[in-house]
């Protein structure tokens, strides 16, 4: 299918550059109307990961003289060099989103040093001062809408079970389990979290089977961390239990289950991108923020939600939102197998570096990293 | 048990509740299978066949109101399948295992190509019929809630056991599988024979499809089949041709499937990879126990082009 795909690229818009390259010569790198490459790693519209990104694309497709350009599916491999040239090479974009984590080491560094004059804005990676200064890296603070929901969590479980369907044991989702987990904490200070992992991204069956070991085991609020969660939140419904959802809004697809949810704002931060470049500012390398910057946001609250969880939520919230911030991970903060993973006294600040490297599940969650 | 919790006992209840959920697609497509392999012709396509069942029975779910009428849609397009399958291998000096794997592609592709306005609107599912309603327990009612899909599954496994020996039918696409030379001259069309045959095969794969996208996981994505239709496939040979050992092996395959995630769940937490390999590892574990050098499979049809 990958052949199919590219050959056709190739045949359709190979004949059209030839043309019009023969007519008008060589194609400027910034021409009037600016085009922006997408790149996404699965299905455009998941209900997760990807939809969310396609939104924030969407969102530029309103803006006079930008055109978008999209392909999805695209591995993690070198098939994402072959689609950046084809891109920049045949379409003519000088700014690419290629969003998928495991796009940026080697393929978009490889890609950045080979054309220095356009911009690769990259999702999650972590940039380091030996990349090419054109790449980026921007990524939002999700886990403190995910802290949000386990605090809504933690106030609506009747058990004090809350369960936690995850892909992989990678430093983001370590962190948002975590976050969920502490918020919980917050509202019940007896509340556990017991996260199972899938081992991969997209895996319906393992996901729905997941969510109703959770659910017997006394689990009555989930939420998960996988690319589509709309097996996990149309599953949890139908036993009964109740979802938070992340990535994007899930509530049209449980109404009375939905409490609220962790979802990306790139329709808010593309845009802001976008008239940067055009003002000629230079976007930071490293672009980090959370419900403050409009990089994440939370779900609308279900009607499930308790006044007193409410409140509590809108607190924090509100301190997320203060000049001053509000710190998750602060010192004394024990892992599950009891170690200091904070020291006391050294409260780690959203942007911490540190926190990007988490490799251990907080006190209070049931599972293990490996 | 006042917490709503029973411990341990999870583990081997969502093994059964797995085993129920999980297997019906595997017994579909495995049974489906077993009809066209036994008729002489290999059919690697099924893949494709259970993705296109489960896209067009969500799809015509969502659209008529009925998930009854996808459940008959997803069996015709399977049957459409079988048959385009059928008609290429029917021409001269095609290799059925090659066709097989473009049918496979060629119906994820078209699956995805047509299935995607159909990933965000909910359709309606087919329902469950309640076997848990002695228990006070939540979790034994959960894991008996058994879809009539399943049970038409079941009960079609001995009855096509039978078939094969005891009905004409039956005898005639055996017949077909184990020599076509002895079917030409009784005067039957081999050709006709495989075509039907795939057809059915293709049908039932299609139905398979349905319980995917109609009852569990229950909505229709891309990644929902994962590789499910083409370990059926595997699973024919790893049941030696028999349908009711296809149902054993189904039942496994589902149950095994459960198996990761309901130890996580009880704390077993370390190595869910080897679990969630545990299916394979076990085909890999059979395979090379009954294999042998200086023999064919037992059980397998001799017309097969991989045991010829």
Redesign the interface.
């Known amino acids: ?1 990958d052949f ?1 795909r590219i050959s056709r690229r190739h045949l359709l818009q190979g004949g059209a550059a030839l043309t019009l390259g023969a007519a008008a010569g060589a194609r400027p790198a910034f021409a009037a109307e600016t085009t922006i490459g997408f790149i996404y790693v ?2 455009r ?3 997760g990961y990807n939809q969310a990104h396609a939104q924030g694309a969407a969102a530029l497709k309103k803006i006079p003289g930008v055109k978008v350009v999209e392909e999805e ?1 695209v591995p993690e491999t070198d098939a994402v060099e072959k689609t950046i040239e084809s891109m920049i090479n045949l379409d003519g974009a000088s700014l690419l989103f290629p969003t998928s984590f495991g796009y940026y080491n080697p393929h978009i560094v490889k890609m950045a040093a080979k054309y220095p004059k356009l911009h690769f804005e990259h999702c999650g990676g972590l940039w380091t001062d030996k990349d090419p200064k054109n790449a980026g890296s921007y990524f939002g603070y999700i886990d403190e809408a995910q802290y949000i929901s386990g605090i809504v969590a933690g106030y609506t479980s009747k ?1 004090g ?1 809350l369960g936690f369907v995850a892909a992989k044991p990678i430093p983001q989702v370590l962190r948002n389990i975590n976050a969920f987990a502490l918020g919980a904490k917050l509202a019940n200070p007896k509340a556990t979290t ?6 991969d991204w ?9 969510t ?7 689990v009555d609020v989930l939420t998960c961390h996988v690319d ?1 969660p ?2 996990m939140v ?2 949890a419904a ?2 009964g239990a109740m979802v938070c959802g992340y990535h994007v809004d899930q509530s ?2 449980a109404p009375k289950a939905y409490l609220t949810g962790a979802e990306w704002n790139w329709e808010a931060l593309y845009p802001k991108f976008v008239k940067m470049i055009a003002a000629g500012e230079s976007i930071p390398n490293f672009y980090r923020g959370g419900l403050k910057e409009e990089i994440v946001k939370t779900s609308p609250y279900g009607e499930a939600v308790s006044a007193e969880a409410r409140k509590h939520a809108d607190e924090i919230k509100a301190k997320f939102l203060s000049a001053e911030g509000y710190a998750i991970f602060k010192g004394g903060l024990v892992d599950n197998k009891g170690k200091t993973v904070i020291a006391a006294g050294t409260d780690r600040g959203q942007k911490d570096p540190e926190l990007e490297k988490m490799d251990y599940l907080v006190e209070g969650v ?3 990293t ?1 | 048990m006042a917490d709503g919790s029973i411990g341990l006992w999870t583990v081997s209840l969502a093994v059964l509740g797995g085993a129920i959920r999980v297997s019906t697609p595997f017994l579909f497509v495995s049974l489906g299978e077993c009809i066209t392999e036994r008729s002489g012709r290999i059919n690697l396509g099924l893949e494709g066949t259970l993705v296109m069942g489960a896209m067009s029975a969500y799809g015509i779910s969502y659209l008529t109101g009925s998930p009854w009428l996808g459940l008959l849609a997803a069996g015709i397009t399977g049957a459409l399948l079988g048959a385009l399958h059928a008609g290429i291998c029917s021409l001269p000096r095609v290799n059925d295992v090659a066709v097989g794997i473009a049918l496979m592609l060629f119906g994820t592709g078209l699956a995805f190509y047509l299935g995607k306005p159909l990933i965000e609107p909910t359709a309606p599912r087919l329902p469950a019929i309640d076997f848990g309603w002695w228990s006070d327990i939540p979790q034994v009612r959960a894991a008996l809630r058994v879809n009539v899909l399943f049970l038409i599954g079941v009960a079609l496994a001995p009855t096509l056991y039978w078939a094969f020996r005891a009905t004409r039918w039956g005898l005639l696409i055996r017949t077909a599988g184990e020599s076509s030379d002895a079917a030409r001259a009784m005067g039957h069309s081999v050709l006709l024979i495989r075509l039907r045959a795939t057809m059915v095969g293709g049908f039932l794969a299609g139905i398979g499809g349905s319980f995917l996208s109609l009852f569990y996981p229950g909505s229709w994505n891309e990644g929902l089949s994962s590789g499910q239709g083409i370990t059926a496939v595997a699973l024919v040979i790893f049941a030696r041709w028999d349908p009711l050992l296809c149902l054993w092996a189904s039942l496994a395959f589902g149950g095994a499937a459960a198996l990761g995630p309901a130890l996580q769940s009880v704390g077993v937490t370390s190595g869910y990879h080897l679990f969630n390999a545990a299916p394979y590892v076990l085909t890999l574990a059979i395979m090379i126990i009954t294999c042998s050098p200086k023999r064919t499979l037992t059980g397998a049809p001799a017309e097969l082009s991989i045991t010829r």
């Open positions: 299918m199919g699965g299905s519209d998941d209900y599916k058990t079970k017991q996260v199972i992992f899938t081992g997209s895996m319906p069956v393992k996901e729905a089977e997941a109703n070991s959770l659910i017997d085991q006394g589509g709309k097996t149309e599953n139908r036993r049209p697809l049931i599972g293990a490996s």
